[in-house]
């Protein structure tokens, strides 16, 4: 019996732990980004560009363009997704750009932070071209 009560206890303790730690809210680093955890959403860094309602297919159309004009090879690779590369010297750097609900996010993947800010702000650029036609 004493056996039975020693492993709920410690069992107990475990989970309790565990969902603390699960549930904690504010910055963690993640891949050298750090994760902007506003509203419980972990899944949103504090890079993420806010779409709101926009059309997906614009907004992965106004991605592509913007890469292009930055220098990007662009390729779509899942209907809410398109792979950006680049040759930055002699290393070729590769990043997911992910249109998600209302935002849309990139991994950062060793990229230079300026080649990143970059793509970010063309993005964000065309995407005000593209909300101003409408």
Avoid at 12 to 21: E, K, P, Y
Avoid at 92 to 119: F, G, R
Wanted: glycine share 6%; proline share 1%; charged share 25%.
């Amino acid at each position: 019996m004493k056996k039975i009560v020693s492993i709920a206890v410690v069992t107990i303790a475990a989970l309790t732990l565990m969902s603390g730690c699960s549930a904690t809210r504010g910055s963690s680093s993640h891949n050298g980004m750090e994760a902007n955890m506003e509203s419980g959403d972990a899944t949103v860094c504090k890079t993420a560009i806010y779409i709101g309602n926009l059309n997906h297919k614009s907004v992965l159309d106004s991605i592509e363009r913007a890469g292009k004009k930055e220098g990007w090879r662009m390729t779509e690779f899942k209907a809410n997704a398109i792979i950006a590369e680049k040759m930055i010297g002699s290393e070729t750097y590769a990043t997911t750009i992910t249109v998600a609900k209302e935002h849309i996010m990139c991994n950062k993947n060793k990229l230079p932070q300026s080649d990143l800010d970059a793509l970010r702000s063309a993005i964000v650029d065309e995407l005000q071209k593209d909300s101003k036609k409408h």
